[in-house]
């Protein structure tokens, strides 16, 4: 990072980054869902990379594949019957902000996700097809893979934390050693 104005801040607020980037990373590998694994990957490379340093304002970010929040939080159905099998399918989730009203889950992501994760087991779309009926009526259970990790007091702790290493930033600055 070029003319660091504050190196204990941003070193601070990287470690906190890095160890919650872990820890969501160990919560989705403790899910034991049967992912792609991209939302994994994509929080890893935020790591020693999410602090930045701009006019004198400091960034901490954790980037992620963009469907990162419905893993976390989950997705409410739409509940109803199978258009496929007919079987009742009851909302597996009344708590989200989040819900299918009229659109199904992409089929051509769960295409690629059944052809990567169940090989040679019959036909592949209507395997996709029957998932995102039950994706779309039953919805999605919340992991909290995240949520979990970025809670209120772990907030309030960094804030504390950042105070401290900025106070001591600013008396380096102010005399140089």
Known sequence: MADNTFPLTTDALQDWLNIK????????????????????????????????????????????????????????????????????????????????????????DLLQWVKTKLPARGDDLETALNIQQGIFRKGKRATNFASSVLTDKDIKELTEQLAETMAEDIANNIIPE
């Open 21 to 108: 980037i872990r820890k969501m990373q160990k919560n989705l590998d403790r899910n034991k869902s049967n992912n792609s694994g991209q939302l994994r990957q994509s929080l890893g490379r935020n790591y020693d990379k999410g602090v930045k340093e701009r006019g004198g304002f400091i960034l901490g970010v954790i980037d992620a594949v963009d469907y990162w929040r419905e893993v976390d939080e989950g997705v409410r159905g739409v509940g109803g019957v199978s258009s496929i099998s007919g079987n009742a399918m009851p909302n597996q989730n009344t708590t989200s902000s989040m819900r299918y009203k009229n659109k199904m889950p992409p089929l051509q």
